[in-house]
Structures are given as C-alpha cells and as structure tokens.
C-alpha cells in the first residue's frame, strides 16, 4: 500500500514538472513574439527641435485691477425727491438715455411765474416806448414854436415874455423825452432781465431729468425713488465700457525699465486669457509707503473685460542668457510638466521644470524634443523625423 501512495507522489510530480517546464517554454517564446512586433510598429513622424541656449528677458509680474477708462458718478444739480429711477446696475444705456427723473413741480410752477413776468416786462417796456416817441413829438413841436417865437421877437413882432415861456416850453419838452428815453432803456433792460429769469428757470426745471453723458454701463446705484437728491451726492456710477487700463504697480528698482508706449503682455482672470496692452502713463511720484509707482496700461476693446477684475502685466526686463524650448513642444497633465525626448529614434518622456519657455530642470542643452506631439505619440514609441 505504502509502494502505490509513493508511485502517485512520483507521478503527480513529474506531471507538475512538466507543466512548470512547458509555462516557461511559453513565456520564453511569448516575449520575443511582442518584442518583434513592437519592433514592427510603423514609427509616427513628428517635428523636433533642439534645446538651446538663447537671450530672453527677465520677466516683471505685476497684478493689478481693471479700470475704465471713463467712469462717470451721477449727481443731482437741484435739491429735489427722487421721483423715478429708470436703470439698474448692469444695464447698458445710450448717450442722452433718462437715468433718473426728480419730482419738478415746484420749479415748473417757477418757470411759468419767470415767463409770465417776462411777458409783463415786454409789455412795459412798449408802454415806455410809446411814451418815448410821445415826448419826441412834443420837443419836436415846442421847438418849431420857439423857433417862429424866437424869429417874431427879432421883427419886434412878438414880446419877450412870449420868447420866454417858448423857450421853457422847449426845455421842458426835451426834459420829458429824456425822461422817457430812460424808461425805455430801463424798460428794455428789465425785458433782458426777465427773459434771462425765464431762461434760468426752463434750464433749472431740465435738471429734474437726468441723462447718460455717454454710452456705458451702470455699475452702481446709491438712490431709491422718495430719496432726496442734492447737489453733488452721488446717484448712478456709469462706466465707458469701450476702453478699459490695467493700473499696476512696479517696484521702484524696475521702474526705469518701463518706459510710455511699450507693448505689454496682460493675463486675465486665472491667466488664461492673454491682451496685448501699452503703457500709456507711468507715475513720477513714488508711493512713499509702497516704493512702487503706478502704471497704466491701455488695452483694445475686447468683450468681456469688467471693472475690478484682476489682470496680471508682465513686463520685459534686461536680456540674460538661458536654456529655452518652444512652448509647443511642453505638455501639461494637471499638475506634470514633461515633453518627449527623441533618443535614437525613440521617444522618451521627461518631466521638466520650465518657466515659460525657460527651462529651469530636466534638459541639457542639444537634447531634440517632439514639437506639438502626435495624439499617438507614448514612452518608448518610434518615431521619425520630419521636420525640425
């Protein structure tokens, strides 16, 4: 019994040798099979360039928020309630648009009372003129009767007590009309006055409606209807939404590197967004507390851009020497950085450090890297030059 057992074990070993002997007979043949069929895989054509050494400015970042060019805070002129407030913040509004309109009754009831007294004016003043041309009759007949007087008293033909009293008469007639020359004038200027009245308070009762000075876009409101409005409290903030600046600030020590008129790269929001701007003004008196100066940067009209939102300038500094690869040839996978390497037709993947197109760690100088990579295009996959 114990000879059968034993012959079983001798058995079941040989079997399981076999099978171990076999296994490792396939995996042998199986890895030369993949290797000559990855050798097999048709390389994919790529354009490389080399890793050089090239002169590149050293970089100033600057934040800043976004300004309008044109802001605008809408103030009452009059002291009056708010009858109607016709916006809202984020509205857009046209040039001459009504804003707000203030309650006017009281000034339209002074407009009418300033016309009415410019109409009295007028009339007075053709009353005066009448009484002019009167007194210019009047002189004009005392003087033709003392003139007959004056050549009867010469023949001896009339007395001089006659010559006299032609004579007063004659005085007198002259004394009325420039009496009445006066009143006219003064009548004349009173009409002045009055419709000068009149017109200041057409123009007072205008200041109850409010218009948009330009076109723009509401960002802020300070008043509800039923508040008071007076003069110079702020209503409505109204910005010109077709130029915007970035305001940023620069340290003192890069400041003489920034000069009016220089083509400045700006970032917006999460620094996505790139716009070509120009320095349009640059401070001359340092912020005492800060050591910075402020610099304002024009940009093109763009859709999108809003009032306080961040933007980053970055400003072009001296030349120094550095490694650089173009920015096609980087590849980003969430927090990586890499490129792919071509060593002997293969392409290689290398993690990099890079700065823009600066290269910090991860590549010599000479080294091709894969420009733009074909979607097909993985570690130890061959490639083929077709480009540089």
Do not use: W
């Amino acid at each position: 019994m114990k000879q059968i057992i034993a012959s079983h074990h001798v058995v079941f070993a040989g079997a399981t040798a076999a099978l171990v002997m076999s296994a490792a007979l396939a995996g042998c043949s199986a890895r030369p099979a993949a290797a000559a069929s990855a050798d097999a895989t048709e390389p994919i054509a790529v354009t490389i360039a080399q890793v050089a050494m090239t002169d590149v400015a050293r970089a100033i970042d600057a934040g800043g928020v976004l300004q309008a060019r044109t802001t605008a805070t809408i103030a009452a002129r009059i002291l009056a309630p708010v009858r109607e407030v016709r916006v809202l913040p984020g509205d857009q509004v046209r040039e001459g648009q009504t804003l707000i309109v203030l309650d006017g009754d009281d000034l339209a009831a002074g407009a009418r009372a300033a016309r009415s007294a410019a109409l009295a004016a007028e009339q007075g003043a053709k009353a005066a003129a009448a009484e002019h041309l009167a007194a210019e009759a009047g002189l004009a007949l005392a003087r033709a009767s003392h003139d007959r007087i004056a050549g009867l008293q010469a023949k001896r033909s009339a007395t001089a007590q006659e010559l006299d009293d032609a004579t007063a008469t004659l005085r007198s007639a002259e004394a009325r009309v420039a009496g009445a020359s006066a009143r006219a004038l003064q009548a004349a200027l009173a009409v002045e006055s009055a419709r000068a009245a009149s017109d200041q308070a057409s123009t007072t009762g205008s200041f109850t409606t409010i218009a948009a000075p330009f076109d723009g876009l509401i960002t802020e409101k300070m008043v509800e209807p039923g508040n008071m409005a007076s003069p110079g409290t702020p209503l409505l903030r109204l910005e010109d939404t077709r130029g915007f600046r970035l305001e940023v600030r620069v340290d003192e020590s890069r400041i003489g590197e920034i000069r009016n008129g220089d083509s400045v790269p700006v970032f917006l929001g999460t620094g996505t967004i790139s716009i070509a701007g120009t320095v349009v003004e640059v401070s001359r008196a340092v912020d005492a507390d800060a050591r910075a100066f402020l610099v304002k940067i024009a940009l093109p009209d763009a859709r999108g851009l809003r009032s306080g939102e961040f933007g980053k300038a970055r400003f072009g500094g001296t030349l120094r020497r550095a490694l650089t690869i173009p920015s096609s040839a980087i590849v980003r996978r969430g927090q990586l950085t890499s490129v792919f390497v071509v060593d002997q037709g293969i392409a290689r993947v290398r993690l990099v450090n890079v700065s823009e197109s600066e290269v910090l760690a991860g590549l010599t100088e000479s080294e091709m890297v894969i420009l733009s990579p074909p979607a097909g295009v993985t570690d130890g996959r061959r490639v083929s030059v077709g480009g540089r």
